[in-house]
DNA sequence: GCCCTTCTTTGACGGATATCAAATTCAGCG
DNA sequence: CGCTGAATTTGATATCCGTCAAAGAAGGGC
């Protein structure tokens, strides 16, 4: 088994990666597929090991939006999990997903015996409530261009400055149409700041991008 | 001391209420005053008592946004503290205010020690989350009417039907202009939905109100 | 290699809301 | 009881951005 990647496993102790792999059970989901139902019950901690997921929320009326893109080392539901909550919003696999499970008392038991385990599970749902912060900053004072770049900056991190998202979904995670993305990304290509291309879009220029982010400001 | 109310108090276990009362340390503050400052390290987890808080952030140029109205029974950067991170935006007192007030090792320890605490507080940190992911969607995909509605519903709860609020407090919270807020209420009155004044308004008709936050769905 | 679906681009247009401006009302206080 | 500053209301105007419409690219499968 290779070591998995992202925030819940970084650093995590060897001891506990294996005993997690152990006790937890593994699934696979193909792209389309959903991990788990809104309004189902929260019963079980949901670990991404690999693959993309797209976090969505809809409107009885069905306006959707992109909540999170998420990837390895990823805790989807993680908060409902632990506040005894029904889950707040499905995540459908984009690529080929592998996921770790554990039933909710398990998770529970877990973290009481394990501080380390606490204490990461925790910063990952602080983290989760600081950029949904940021982001409802965001779309409530700032206009449409600065949105799209700060989520561009998000989803597309050092050092790779690359992303897989299609205009749709960065659309729906900036609060506006992928008309607009789509026009907004033309001309930053047209500036040299990014190398856009099908589902597909790489920043060129990361200083300059985080000028069109905040133009006062820097 | 009289038994304080509101979401954490709400269910406590006397013996429990005692303790937190004694390892505690009170503190008051007039209105205008600020609770922590962003930035600060979260060292401290903080209860409201007694008193209207308001949190709020600011960018750097100055655009503002209100991002929470609290009162008794609220922890304030509960999450930052338990995430080890900086407090996320700072809550000014807007009435008088009473709060409790106890060191990070100290609180982590009585979550540590005590489930009953940690379960209510985690539901505490889930519901918040919950409550930003909806505002989130709602400016993402709603028009400003029902925004507002929406806000309006949820600062000011059954049974009171009741808030005392500024239109600039709502705007900033719906993710608009207080004058585009005062257009709205205007419109309700006259239609007798609202019963509003200064600083000040009622719910007359609260599922006429529930319909302008959905049109369609009711 | 070609078709077909999905994704993307671009233009024209209209409308919901912010912005600008000014009057009005209200509450607290001396 | 009038003054004063804050909160609110209301109107006119401007504009950003969503909507409508249609035409390209770019993969993927057969």
Same mark, same amino acid.
């Given at each position: 088994?290779?070591?998995?990647? &992202?925030?819940?496993?970084?650093?995590?102790?060897?001891? =506990?990666?294996? %005993? =997690?792999?152990?006790?937890?059970?593994? /699934?696979?989901?193909?792209?389309?597929?959903?991990?788990?139902?809104?309004?189902? /019950?929260?019963?079980? =901690? =949901?670990?991404?090991?690999?693959?993309?997921?797209?976090?969505?929320?809809? *409107?009885?009326?069905?306006?959707?939006?992109?909540?999170?893109?998420?990837?390895?080392?990823?805790?989807?539901?993680?908060?409902?999990?632990? &506040?005894?909550?029904?889950?707040?919003?499905?995540?459908?696999?984009?690529?080929?997903?592998?996921?770790? &499970? !554990?039933?909710?008392?398990?998770?529970?038991?877990?973290?009481?015996?394990?501080? !380390?385990?606490?204490?990461?599970?925790?910063?990952?749902?602080?983290? /989760?409530?600081?950029?949904?912060?940021?982001?409802?900053?965001?779309? *409530?004072?700032?206009?449409?261009e600065q949105r799209v770049a700060r989520?561009l900056l998000?989803?597309?991190? %050092?050092?790779?400055?690359?992303?897989?998202?299609?205009?749709? %979904?960065?659309?729906?995670? *900036?609060?506006?149409?992928?008309?607009?993305?789509?026009?907004?990304?033309?001309?930053?290509?047209?500036?040299?700041?990014?190398?856009?291309?099908?589902?597909?879009?790489?920043?060129?220029? /990361?200083?300059?991008l985080?000028?069109r982010a905040?133009?006062?400001?820097?």
């Amino acid at each position: 088994m290779s070591q998995p990647s &992202g925030p819940f496993f970084e650093n995590m102790p060897a001891d =506990l990666l294996q %005993e =997690l792999h152990r006790t937890g059970s593994l /699934r696979t989901f193909a792209p389309g597929e959903t991990l788990f139902y809104e309004e189902d /019950r929260a019963d079980q =901690l =949901l670990a991404i090991i690999e693959g993309r997921v797209r976090v969505w929320r809809t *409107s009885p009326r069905g306006a959707a939006m992109t909540v999170h893109l998420l990837g390895p080392g990823a805790l989807p539901g993680a908060a409902a999990v632990f &506040g005894g909550m029904v889950y707040p919003a499905p995540p459908t696999a984009i690529t080929d997903v592998r996921t770790l &499970g !554990w039933p909710i008392e398990r998770a529970e038991n877990m973290l009481q015996e394990n501080a !380390w385990l606490a204490s990461s599970v925790l910063k990952i749902i602080a983290h /989760r409530n600081e950029e949904m912060l940021q982001r409802l900053h965001e779309v *409530s004072t700032q206009p449409v261009e600065q949105r799209v770049a700060r989520t561009l900056l998000r989803v597309a991190p %050092e050092p790779a400055n690359f992303t897989p998202a299609t205009r749709q %979904e960065l659309a729906e995670l *900036s609060a506006t149409t992928l008309h607009t993305v789509s026009r907004i990304i033309s001309r930053w290509e047209a500036d040299g700041l990014v190398d856009a291309g099908r589902r597909r879009i790489r920043i060129a220029d /990361r200083s300059g991008l985080a000028q069109r982010a905040d133009p006062v400001c820097g």
